[in-house]
């Protein structure tokens, strides 16, 4: 079984171990690679179990990825079409199918530029014009799905007779008179197939065919995941007579994935119902048919689940039954994979199927000094903010479990049980807020008051320091920094200058307070973007992050302007003034509070595309650690960056004089963006992938 992911690349099923084995992090997935951890579609070829294919990509043009070892190497070449595997309708398909009797051809459903075909096993493709030729300039669903009309597997001829389903908005820009196809010539040409009246203009999120020739499609009224209904699933008797009867229909949510076992009267059909919240009497999740779709029954709401805490329902996009045990059904829900074993059953029972799956999205985590009640502090995606005791377990020291984004957290370095955190709540319009600790985590209260211009702009670039109990600095996004003595009982703007945003990109000050005086504290402005920014500032506060004096030393260092997501700065907290960054592009130090800067040549981006944009960032992040026993320097650096033409994580033990790779090939995870060292342990860091959650280094 393989499982792909909008943002956190994919994984195959280890039966041995009941885990899910990530197949996207090591080469081919480097940060240069980072856009195509968005996993649009995964093939199979049905003669060969170790052959995989996978397609990626977050808005430019895709690439084809080719394993013959189940995914644990890759070969991948470029695709002449945009792919963007977190997209709207990105449940959809699977867009990429090959020929099951002559698997080295294979189609591809594109987004806004019709329908691909290979002949070469996606070595190189071409546009199927009997279907369209046209490529849209705009985003779309496009090309759903193609199915072939032949049940045998192998023997080298080509299956002439196909299916394909078209979104309405692809559909209508090509002035296609259907958004359902028939090809009896292997794909040259198409024929329109006429759709019920009640779903012309939907959406067929998934169609599935049965031994018998039959098809089951779902129409749904939105792409999703997780789209609105209304929903309805018909059958389609295809060659013989093309005959559509109406087997079940939604107004309560909609309908995403469709899997069937089995022909004829007796076959087994599972149907996903999405967008459908929570579980209480009478609710549809998961409906299931014995008899291809006459009756149904509910095996979901209401049976047992060995778990609740994450819900197992609201994207229910794409079910499956196992091909090989009709009672073995999964479904997704959006956070993971749902499973039951006993699907005959009157009262079916379920398991999250999760173990190995690794998809949220760090976006900062920070260490504590040694000898803390903590771990780290995690600043998630979607998950929030959560303060990890135990590796080995999932944290419970969080300030809600709500739908939230955590943005970033700080301690205080001499009290470290005292916690400040900013965040937004999805689903608010983007208004920021912040809480504190007292306890470490145990407990946690919103602050009393919010300082100009979080609540309007709470993005991922809003952050905050603290350098004592009840004393912060807080930058929210694209705004002036101000701070309290008073744990937020009131906020007072610093004299550090406005930002101007560029072209839509959210900017903020990136504060850093020194440990060993907290007194200083330290606010690097990026400059923006690179391509119309303007060159990086830091400043530099003597007086608790009050007032700030422009560094004239970091005028003069000429810092590259990047934007804030792609630079980085760290106090070494065993020595005052002792002050790292990253400007996306190289590795600055400062031995003197910021007077001025050192640049160390050894990184430099990668510049490859033609565009003047980095296929890797030199350095974009820096994180400090505990020192190696009788190192020349008083803590380990790590820098995420590229030294002579290869990306990675690179360590120094020596302030920089020089640097050793510290991770490898098989271990990029498509990207770093957020990286911490601990002060316990020499050697382990925390990085957070590209969609891959939070790692950590032994």
Do not use: C
């Amino acid at each position: 079984m393989y499982a792909r992911t909008d943002v956190g690349g994919a994984y195959r099923w280890n039966q041995t171990t009941s885990q899910w084995v990530p197949i996207t992090d090591g080469l081919g997935f480097s940060q240069a690679d980072s856009a195509f951890h968005d996993v649009e579609s995964i093939a199979l070829d049905p003669t060969n179990d170790q052959l995989v294919y996978l397609v990626g990509g977050n808005g430019g043009n895709g690439r084809l990825y080719a394993s013959s070892d189940r995914g644990n190497s890759w070969t991948w070449v470029s695709l002449p079409f945009m792919v963007n595997g977190n997209a709207e309708g990105r449940a959809i398909g699977e867009r990429l199918m090959l020929d099951p009797t002559n698997p080295s051809t294979m189609f591809y459903g594109s987004r806004n530029a019709g329908l691909w075909k290979s002949a070469d096993s996606g070595h190189t493709w071409a546009q199927v014009t009997g279907l369209s030729s046209l490529n849209m300039n705009t985003a779309a669903v496009g090309v759903e799905q193609i199915i072939f009309d032949n049940g045998n597997v192998g023997g080298g001829q080509t299956t002439w007779n196909m299916w394909a389903a078209v979104a309405p908005d692809y559909a209508n820009a090509a002035s296609l008179t259907s958004t359902f196809y028939r090809s009896s010539n292997g794909g040259f040409s198409w024929t329109p197939v006429a759709v019920p009246a009640a779903v012309v203009g939907y959406y067929i999120p998934h169609f599935a065919r049965a031994a018998d020739g039959m098809y089951y499609v779902v129409f749904n009224k939105n792409a999703g995941p997780g789209g609105d209904g209304p929903g309805y699933l018909y059958k389609f008797s295809g060659n013989n007579g093309g005959i559509w009867t109406l087997i079940s229909s939604t107004t309560a949510g909609g309908y995403g994935g469709v899997s069937v076992y089995g022909s004829g009267p007796t076959t087994r059909v599972a149907l996903a119902v999405t967008n459908t919240w929570t579980d209480f009497p009478g609710q549809k999740i998961t409906q299931l048919s014995d008899n291809a779709g006459s009756t149904w029954r509910e095996i979901e709401s209401q049976m047992p689940h060995t778990q609740t805490t994450s819900g197992y329902w609201g994207w229910n996009d794409d079910v499956e039954i196992d091909p090989n045990n009709r009672d073995h059904i999964m479904h997704l829900d959006g956070p993971g994979i749902w499973e039951t074993m006993n699907a005959s059953s009157a009262t079916p029972s379920w398991t999250l199927k999760v173990n190995g799956i690794e998809e949220t999205v760090t976006l900062a985590v920070i260490t504590p000094p040694a000898g803390a009640t903590y771990k780290l502090i995690n600043s998630g995606g979607d998950i929030g903010t959560w303060v990890q005791t135990d590796l080995a377990t999932m944290p419970t020291k969080g300030p809600t479990t709500g739908w939230t984004n955590g943005n970033s957290a700080d301690m205080s370095w001499s009290d470290p049980q005292y916690i400040a955190a900013v965040a937004t709540t999805n689903g608010s319009g983007g208004a920021g807020y912040g809480y504190w600790s007292g306890d470490g985590g145990a407990t946690w209260t919103n602050f009393a008051t919010l300082p100009a211009g979080a609540a309007a702009d709470g993005r991922e670039a809003s952050n905050i320091v603290v350098t004592a109990r009840n004393k912060a600095i807080w930058a929210p996004s694209n705004a002036v920094p101000s701070y309290t003595t008073d744990n937020g009982a009131s906020w007072t703007a610093t004299n550090l200058p406005a930002l101007t945003m560029f072209g839509g990109w959210t900017r903020a000050y990136r504060l850093a307070a020194d440990r060993k005086n907290p007194n200083k504290v330290y606010a690097y402005d990026s400059g923006g973007v690179w391509w119309s920014g303007t060159p990086g500032r830091v400043y530099v506060s003597t007086d608790g992050g009050h007032t700030f004096t422009l560094s004239q030393g970091s005028v003069s260092a000429g810092l590259r302007a990047n934007p804030w997501h792609a630079t980085s700065m760290a106090v070494n907290p065993n020595v005052e003034g002792d002050v790292w960054l990253t400007d996306g592009d190289t590795v600055y130090h400062s031995v003197d509070s910021g007077a001025t800067w050192t640049k160390l040549n050894n990184f430099a981006s990668i510049f490859s595309n033609g565009n003047g944009s980095p296929d890797a960032q030199g350095a974009s992040v820096v994180a400090l650690g505990k020192a190696a026993v009788g190192a020349p320097y008083s803590a380990a650096i790590y820098v995420v960056g590229v030294i002579n033409g290869q990306w990675g994580v690179w360590a120094s033990d020596n302030a920089g004089s020089t640097w050793t790779r510290f991770n490898d090939d098989a271990h990029q995870f498509g990207g770093i963006g957020a990286m911490a060292a601990d002060w316990n342990i020499y050697g382990r860091i925390y990085v957070n992938g590209t969609g891959r959650g939070l790692l950590y280094s032994n």
